[in-house]
């Protein structure tokens, strides 16, 4: 496996004539937690959203462990087994238990027999503490709980890389906690991840590399610390001083 | 002509098949409306009255074995047309627009168009009917005469229904062949009958144009029997007891009590009238519940395909196709359709009803529960899909597991009213003959020329029905809801 998870060229993602990406380029390495800020509207979303193919690039290449992904001839689900999404709004399976959305993914692709799922799940939700709620439903969860089950849910699948778009922003204030902790702790393990939010003193503490997006151009890319106290742009000078 | 070497064929193979040397005869389909006595009406359950009567005793002087279909009086000149039925015998007036579709016999009987009004009414002849309003059976010789000669005319499934409706006041007069029109003065004493006849005509049966030979058969026995005198014969023996029956039945008025318990007692106790209701229910039940199932499973795949468009733009030929369906079957109505199914696209094939009735509202309830199951994926979050194809799930993994499951309890209550909608809506398979629940009030009330306890009867085990089922599905859906 080489050490360049996703190489991105010149995406472009075009809505009838809107460019909500226009033209980013990067790389994220292997074990790498790369964040992504920027103003609401910039393209972060949708940036994240094309390396998972829940959009469709209109320009440019995506490279995923040395193949693109662009060139139709990847296996789409195969391909997605490997990168795992964790959405704003968590999207859970509501008509299923706790333990059935983790391990519904993996039966069902079998990667695994539905005991080795159940044991798997098992652990997870040891790890988060919700091992007791695992034959309740979605709905008797709190927020904080519902991403905490959304994260295991992707990471039961083994995925090489994690995606997060705004894991928090739907979360009461007292409820982010939980979830950024159970994040870090992931990228002290050495969980490839890239994660758009609105968290900056989190992303200072945690993240290996900050990307700043603006009118679906990467315009700035580097340590957070140096993009954050030498802003060479106005409207990341513009845009740090409201989130801090 | 085919149909008939088929059913030869049919017959011989079985023969042979069975060893037994029994002799078969050709088989002579007579189609009728039984609500017409004394001429046809459904007696024990078997139906009787002049025109089976003379068409039996036809059938056996020639060899065939009959078999009696009950239908509409409006389908009767179809079903011989399109072969449905070889002898229509159903006291059918000769007319010259009818005898362009069929073949006419001799006439067997000259029958008259009569007013029967109200005993204090001041009509006094036909000249007096202009302005006013006049009740027919629908289709019938005294629907066109009026229709063309006095004015249009109020139009009732029968001649019951007519006669109720001048009882409860609606309408002024009535006009209606003499015969049946006597019987409902001797019941009704508040009625009265006009003696002068508004117009008389003759009746006949009617023969599919093609069959030439039936038509001379038919024409040589009825000539035969007019001469034997075996023909007035018949004719008087029905005549009579009807008359007879009618005087029976003819109510005692004292009190609201024993009035009801009398009139309870002649529809529904009487002859076992109940049966009628209990089979008429056991139909009506047999299709809604075939119908439902069929009708979901069609509306499902229709749904599905809708979505799959929709969301993927996939699939786009069925799509079309799917529309088309839609678009025809929600644009046209129910008993339309019914007709159509069972007289153009099962014209010459010899089917059960019943299956056919299943078909068409299967088919027509599928359209409706496909658009309400397709709301019910719309309305699923997009991010629902969206989570399941990021997990490495494919489109119909996630269809299947996640968004129909949801999609399902979301319509729960809609297709709930659905079925309920469907069950009331196979009260129109009396149009192709079945004797479902409404079709089992018209024959008691056709007995008993009495609308009022037949149809309450019925309405009453339709509403018990629907609030049982309103019931099921409250309990279904609280039990789902449990799981949020
Ligand atoms: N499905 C879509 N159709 C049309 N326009 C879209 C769609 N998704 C996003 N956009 C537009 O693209 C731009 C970037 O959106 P997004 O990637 O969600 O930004 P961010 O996540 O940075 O707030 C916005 O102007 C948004 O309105
Ligand atoms: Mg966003």
């Given at each position: 496996m080489?050490?360049?998870?996703?190489?991105?060229?010149?995406?472009?993602?075009?809505?009838?004539?809107?460019?909500?990406?226009?033209?980013?380029?990067?790389?994220?390495?292997?074990g790498?937690?790369?964040?992504?800020?920027?103003?609401s509207g910039?393209?972060?979303s949708?940036?994240?959203?094309?390396?998972?193919?829940?959009e469709?690039?209109?320009?440019?290449?995506?490279?995923?462990?040395?193949?693109?992904?662009?060139?139709?001839?990847?296996?789409?689900?195969?391909?997605?087994q490997?990168?795992?999404?964790?959405?704003?709004?968590?999207?859970l399976?509501?008509?299923?238990?706790?333990?059935?959305?983790?391990?519904?993914?993996p039966?069902?692709?079998?990667?695994?027999?539905?005991?080795?799922?159940?044991?798997?799940?098992?652990?997870?939700?040891?790890?988060i503490?919700?091992?007791?709620?695992?034959?309740?439903?979605?709905?008797?969860?709190?927020?904080?709980q519902?991403?905490?089950?959304?994260?295991?849910?992707?990471?039961?699948?083994?995925?090489?890389?994690?995606?997060?778009?705004?894991?928090?922003?739907?979360?009461?204030p007292?409820?982010?906690?939980?979830v950024?902790?159970?994040?870090?702790?992931?990228?002290?393990?050495?969980?490839?991840?890239?994660?758009?939010?609105?968290?900056?003193?989190?992303?200072?503490?945690?993240?290996?590399?900050?990307?700043?997006?603006?009118?679906?151009k990467?315009?700035a890319?580097?340590?957070?610390?140096?993009?954050?106290?030498?802003?060479?742009?106005?409207?990341?000078?513009?845009?740090f001083?409201?989130?801090? | 002509?085919l149909?008939?070497?088929?059913?030869?064929?049919?017959?011989?193979?079985?023969?042979?098949?069975?060893g037994?040397?029994?002799?078969?005869?050709?088989?002579?389909?007579?189609?009728?409306n039984?609500?017409?006595?004394?001429y046809?009406?459904?007696?024990?359950?078997?139906?009787d009255?002049?025109?089976?009567?003379?068409?039996?005793?036809?059938?056996?002087?020639l060899?065939?074995?009959?078999?009696?279909?009950?239908?509409?009086?409006?389908?009767v000149?179809a079903?011989?047309?399109?072969?449905?039925?070889?002898?229509?015998?159903?006291?059918?007036t000769?007319?010259?627009?009818?005898?362009?579709?069929?073949?006419?016999?001799?006439?067997?009987?000259?029958?008259?168009?009569?007013?029967?009004?109200?005993?204090?009414?001041?009509?006094?002849?036909?000249?007096?009917?202009?302005?006013?309003?006049?009740?027919?059976?629908?289709?019938?010789?005294?629907?066109?005469?009026?229709?063309?000669?006095?004015?249009?005319?109020?139009?009732?499934?029968?001649?019951?229904?007519?006669v109720?409706?001048?009882?409860?006041?609606?309408?002024?007069?009535?006009v209606?062949?003499?015969?049946?029109?006597?019987?409902?003065?001797?019941?009704?004493s508040?009625?009265?009958?006009?003696?002068?006849?508004?117009?008389?005509?003759?009746?006949?049966?009617a023969?599919?144009?093609r069959?030439?030979?039936?038509l001379?058969?038919?024409?040589e026995?009825?000539?035969a029997?007019?001469?034997s005198?075996?023909l007035?014969?018949?004719?008087q023996?029905?005549?009579?007891?009807?008359?007879?029956?009618?005087?029976?039945?003819?109510?005692?008025?004292?009190?609201?009590?024993?009035?009801?318990k009398?009139?309870?007692?002649?529809?529904?106790?009487?002859?076992?009238?109940?049966?009628?209701?209990?089979e008429?229910?056991?139909?009506?039940?047999?299709?809604?519940?075939?119908?439902?199932?069929?009708?979901?499973?069609i509306?499902?795949m229709?749904?599905?395909?809708r979505?799959?468009n929709?969301?993927?733009?996939k699939?786009?030929?069925?799509?079309?196709?799917?529309?088309?369906?839609?678009?025809?079957?929600?644009?046209?109505?129910?008993?339309?359709?019914?007709?159509?199914?069972?007289?153009?696209?099962?014209?010459?094939?010899?089917?059960?009803?019943?299956?056919?009735?299943v078909?068409?509202?299967?088919?027509?309830?599928?359209?409706?529960?496909?658009?309400?199951?397709?709301?019910?994926?719309?309305?699923?979050?997009r991010?629902?899909?969206?989570a399941?194809?990021?997990?490495?799930?494919?489109?119909?993994?996630?269809?299947?597991e996640?968004?129909?499951?949801?999609?399902?309890?979301?319509?729960?209550?809609?297709?709930?009213?659905?079925?309920?909608?469907?069950?009331?809506?196979?009260?129109?398979?009396?149009?192709?003959?079945?004797?479902?629940?409404?079709?089992?009030?018209d024959?008691?009330?056709?007995?008993?020329?009495?609308?009022?306890?037949?149809?309450?009867a019925?309405?009453?085990?339709?509403?018990?029905?629907?609030?049982?089922?309103?019931?099921?599905?409250?309990?279904?859906?609280?039990?789902?809801?449990?799981?949020?």
């Amino acid at each position: 496996m080489s050490d360049i998870v996703f190489d991105i060229r010149d995406l472009v993602k075009d809505f009838d004539g809107l460019k909500a990406v226009n033209g980013a380029s990067t790389t994220i390495k292997r074990g790498e937690a790369v964040f992504i800020v920027g103003p609401s509207g910039s393209g972060k979303s949708t940036f994240l959203r094309c390396l998972i193919l829940l959009e469709t690039p209109d320009d440019g290449d995506i490279i995923f462990d040395g193949k693109s992904i662009l060139d139709g001839r990847i296996k789409l689900n195969k391909f997605r087994q490997k990168v795992g999404m964790v959405f704003q709004h968590f999207n859970l399976f509501p008509n299923l238990t706790i333990r059935e959305n983790i391990t519904l993914a993996p039966v069902k692709t079998r990667q695994m027999t539905l005991t080795q799922a159940r044991e798997k799940a098992d652990a997870l939700l040891k790890r988060i503490g919700l091992y007791e709620k695992r034959h309740a439903y979605p709905a008797q969860l709190s927020g904080g709980q519902k991403q905490r089950v959304a994260i295991v849910r992707a990471l039961a699948m083994n995925p090489e890389v994690l995606l997060f778009d705004e894991p928090t922003s739907a979360l009461d204030p007292e409820m982010v906690g939980e979830v950024l902790s159970l994040m870090k702790e992931l990228a002290s393990e050495g969980m490839t991840m890239v994660v758009v939010t609105h968290e900056i003193g989190f992303a200072a503490e945690v993240a290996d590399r900050l990307i700043f997006m603006d009118h679906g151009k990467i315009v700035a890319e580097g340590p957070v610390k140096a993009i954050m106290e030498n802003p060479d742009n106005e409207r990341i000078k513009e845009f740090f001083s409201k989130v801090l | 002509m085919l149909k008939k070497l088929c059913t030869l064929l049919l017959l011989l193979s079985m023969a042979l098949l069975t060893g037994c040397g029994k002799e078969e005869r050709p088989k002579l389909i007579m189609v009728t409306n039984a609500e017409f006595p004394p001429y046809e009406y459904i007696h024990h359950s078997e139906i009787d009255g002049i025109d089976p009567a003379i068409i039996r005793r036809i059938a056996e002087k020639l060899g065939y074995d009959l078999e009696i279909h009950n239908m509409n009086f409006d389908s009767v000149i179809a079903a011989v047309q399109t072969g449905k039925g070889d002898i229509a015998a159903s006291g059918i007036t000769v007319t010259e627009d009818r005898k362009k579709k069929v073949n006419f016999t001799l006439p067997y009987v000259i029958s008259e168009q009569v007013i029967i009004v109200s005993k204090t009414s001041a009509i006094t002849g036909k000249d007096d009917l202009k302005k006013l309003r006049i009740g027919v059976q629908h289709g019938t010789t005294g629907d066109t005469y009026v229709a063309a000669n006095i004015r249009e005319p109020e139009r009732y499934a029968n001649g019951a229904l007519a006669v109720a409706a001048l009882k409860a006041g609606k309408l002024d007069a009535v006009v209606i062949d003499r015969e049946p029109g006597e019987v409902y003065v001797t019941r009704h004493s508040d009625l009265k009958l006009m003696n002068e006849p508004l117009t008389s005509e003759e009746y006949a049966f009617a023969i599919n144009k093609r069959n030439q030979l039936l038509l001379k058969q038919v024409n040589e026995q009825l000539k035969a029997m007019k001469e034997s005198g075996e023909l007035s014969r018949i004719i008087q023996h029905y005549r009579a007891t009807a008359n007879a029956e009618a005087i029976k039945n003819q109510a005692v008025h004292n009190g609201f009590f024993s009035k009801f318990k009398e009139s309870f007692q002649l529809n529904f106790i009487k002859n076992k009238r109940y049966m009628y209701l209990l089979e008429g229910f056991g139909i009506t039940l047999y299709i809604s519940f075939f119908a439902v199932i069929f009708g979901v499973i069609i509306g499902f795949m229709v749904a599905v395909i809708r979505a799959t468009n929709i969301m993927t733009g996939k699939l786009k030929i069925l799509d079309r196709l799917c529309r088309v369906y839609l678009t025809v079957i929600r644009g046209t109505p129910v008993v339309v359709q019914l007709l159509i199914i069972y007289f153009v696209i099962f014209g010459s094939v010899d089917i059960d009803k019943v299956l056919v009735a299943v078909i068409a509202f299967s088919i027509n309830s599928g359209a409706y529960v496909a658009e309400i199951i397709r709301g019910g994926i719309m309305s699923i979050d997009r991010g629902q899909m969206e989570a399941g194809r990021s997990l490495g799930l494919s489109y119909n993994q996630t269809m299947w597991e996640v968004i129909l499951p949801q999609a399902l309890k979301n319509v729960l209550p809609a297709l709930g009213n659905e079925f309920i909608v469907l069950l009331k809506e196979t009260s129109i398979a009396g149009y192709i003959a079945l004797q479902d629940l409404t079709k089992a009030g018209d024959i008691i009330r056709s007995q008993t020329y009495d609308a009022f306890m037949p149809l309450m009867a019925v309405a009453l085990i339709y509403l018990a029905v629907v609030m049982l089922l309103s019931w099921m599905l409250n309990r279904l859906e609280r039990r789902l809801k449990k799981n949020e």
